[in-house]
């Protein structure tokens, strides 16, 4: 079986126009109507932190730290992962590969480029017009899990050592993936066979994000505002530049990642599932003057033969269904054909 998803146009190696050194971005960078919201005050506004240990291991504090979650998936969408029980050794390994795989040559790293309708590949995602305007940033998107999905010229052909270190880490991610989404259903009152059949044989994918220095970083968007279609995304920031930022409340709030954490959110799927107790929130990323950016997102998604809607234990006469019931594959297919926006997709689920 294999996951043909969608396509996205190719367009210019942004970390190649960096390397050239110009004093101002082309103009199909330039978003004239960047969104220009103040920023959040850090000391006002910190994405709630949740200690993975209190959660599954400590009677005494579990109660609250369940109850904390809840709270951080009901009003922000996100929260910050520490004591998350992944091998160190495993993300580190993660990260150097990671930085190799972008310090490779462009002709190396065209060995994996996307090819004609398929969004798998080095290059960009959700490019749909020669009009539209661009994320100053490069992409190394790959589906990961489950094994039968992955495509034979990409990961079994990536440089032996990136290809151990992601399928570790890929491992390692899809195990705590399914602790928090069975914590969200403990959570919820919802029953766990719901979170378990559509995601335990999901499809897991990673996107590798590379984020140039750019000359004039406040006309430029290094991943334009939206909010994951997905179920759950676990985001890894590989070195110490920051660039993620969320909305709560009308303001971009920047998130400062601590030390051996993951960034953790809501996926439009999981608002979905959750019947829209749990929401996704618009986030984006931007860049800056100094030096690049670099991140790992891995997104859980539903088994692709199945279909998705809100899970049935959370639907009654008194909360009825919010969303329509569609094929996972379908919904994922709609959502490579559109540009990225907002959170415009999950508005055409809406009953």
């Not at 990961?155 to 890929?170: G, M, N, Q, W």
């Not at 179920?231 to 920047?254: F, R, S, Y």
Request: negative net charge.
């Amino acid at each position: 079986m294999e996951a043909k998803l969608g396509s996205s146009l190719h367009v210019p190696n942004v970390q190649e126009l960096a390397k050239e050194k110009s004093s101002t971005v082309p103009p199909r960078y330039i978003r004239p109507d960047r969104d220009r919201d103040h920023l959040g005050l850090s000391s006002v506004h910190e994405i709630p932190v949740i200690n993975m240990q209190n959660l599954l291991f400590n009677k005494e504090l579990m109660e609250s730290e369940l109850h904390k979650m809840h709270k951080a998936c009901q009003e922000w969408g996100f929260f910050q992962l520490i004591n998350h029980g992944v091998d160190s050794e495993v993300i580190e390994k993660m990260k150097f590969e990671t930085e190799e795989f972008f310090d490779l040559s462009i002709e190396e790293k065209n060995k994996f480029k996307q090819e004609a309708g398929d969004i798998e590949g080095y290059g960009q995602a959700f490019v749909v017009s020669e009009e539209q305007k661009l994320d100053w940033a490069d992409i190394f998107y790959v589906v990961t899990l489950p094994t039968y999905l992955r495509k034979p010229h990409l990961l079994p052909k990536l440089p032996p050592t990136f290809r151990d270190a992601t399928e570790a880490y890929a491992a390692e991610l899809k195990v705590l993936a399914m602790k928090i989404l069975n914590q969200m259903a403990k959570a919820l009152n919802m029953k766990c066979e719901d979170i378990e059949t559509l995601f335990e044989e999901g499809m897991q994918s990673m996107r590798m994000n590379y984020y140039p220095q750019c000359p004039q970083p406040e006309l430029v968007t290094g991943l334009c505002p939206h909010s994951d279609a997905v179920g759950l995304t676990i985001l890894l920031q590989v070195n110490e530049m920051e660039g993620l930022q969320i909305k709560k409340d009308g303001a971009w709030v920047p998130v400062s990642p601590l030390p051996n954490a993951f960034v953790i959110n809501i996926g439009d799927i999981l608002e979905i599932v959750t019947n829209g107790a749990y929401r996704s929130i618009e986030h984006r990323a931007t860049v800056n003057s100094k030096k690049e950016r670099l991140s790992i997102a891995t997104f859980l998604n539903p088994k692709l033969d199945g279909d998705l809607g809100p899970a049935p234990s959370l639907v009654t006469p008194e909360t009825p269904a919010k969303f329509k019931r569609i094929s996972a594959a379908d919904y994922l297919k709609g959502l490579f054909s559109r540009e990225l926006e907002g959170k415009s997709y999950i508005d055409t689920m809406k009953i």
